[in-house]
């Protein structure tokens, strides 16, 4: 699976869009991205994920650049229960299984 | 469905004896991976399974086995606990060769002595 770079920190003020940044240049054609968050101490919670369009969910949006180098993670209101380590995965279709987490973004909400 | 079941929630070992830390999980899932994450550290894959009776070694799988004898269940065993075991356990699962997020357990806190 191909390699990404994340920064190690962001800060962002409550009620403003978080943009969490993932570089993925090596990422190939069949590798989807992935984003997890963990909250303290709890398991890591799925959040989104894509190939190459943008995606929404309830929780997040994904922006995937066109030539799928890189991509953003936003959260649109960004609130202090969203203050968690965040992690960007490139991750293929047909993957075994073997999952491998980076270091991620710790994102810190502040009021 | 209760999701990824992790039993214990703690527990505390003394160096040399050993146990098994439970995952069970209601949705079907293929796919079944255990992770340890050291205080204040990322998460690191010890074993993995694709299915019932396969297994494979993740990043740092010395010291632990793992059976996957029916699809719900996937049991982490450690032989001879260490010091260095000292971690929180995480068990995940995903519905297999799909486009899904992993589901993960809320852990085991495990600390040996």
């Known amino acids: 699976d191909a390699k990404t770079t994340q920064p190690p920190s962001m800060d962002c003020a409550e009620g403003r869009a ?5 570089n993925h240049s090596t990422i190939s054609g069949n590798e989807y991205v992935y984003w ?30 066109e030539d799928r ?29 073997k999952l491998i987490f980076g270091q991620g973004t710790t994102l810190q909400v502040k009021p | 469905n209760a999701g990824v079941t992790q039993t214990p929630k703690f527990q505390v070992l003394k160096t040399g004896q050993s146990m098994t830390l439970q995952c069970a999980q209601d949705m079907n899932h293929e796919y079944m991976s255990w992770y340890r ?13 694709v299915g019932a ?24 065993r450690l032989l001879s606990a260490a010091p260095s075991q000292t971690s929180v356990y995480f068990c995940a699962s995903r519905p297999g060769p799909t486009n899904y997020g992993y589901t993960f357990g809320s852990g085991t806190r495990l600390t040996v002595v």
């Open chain 1, 18 to 22: 978080a943009n969490l940044p993932c």
């Open chain 1, 36 to 65: 997890y968050r963990q909250i303290h101490s709890q398991g890591p919670q799925y959040i989104i994920h894509g190939l190459k369009n943008n995606e929404t969910n309830e929780m997040a949006s994904l922006i995937i650049t």
């Open chain 1, 69 to 97: 180098k890189s991509s953003t993670l936003i959260l649109p209101h960004a609130t202090l229960r969203d203050t968690a380590v965040y992690y960007c995965i490139a991750f293929g279709s047909g993957n075994t299984g």
């Open chain 2, 37 to 49: 994450q050291d205080p204040g550290m990322g998460l690191r894959l010890i074993h993995y399974s």
């Open chain 2, 53 to 76: 009776g396969i297994t494979d070694q993740g990043e740092v799988p010395n010291g632990y086995n793992v059976s996957r004898s029916t699809t719900e269940d996937f049991p982490l």
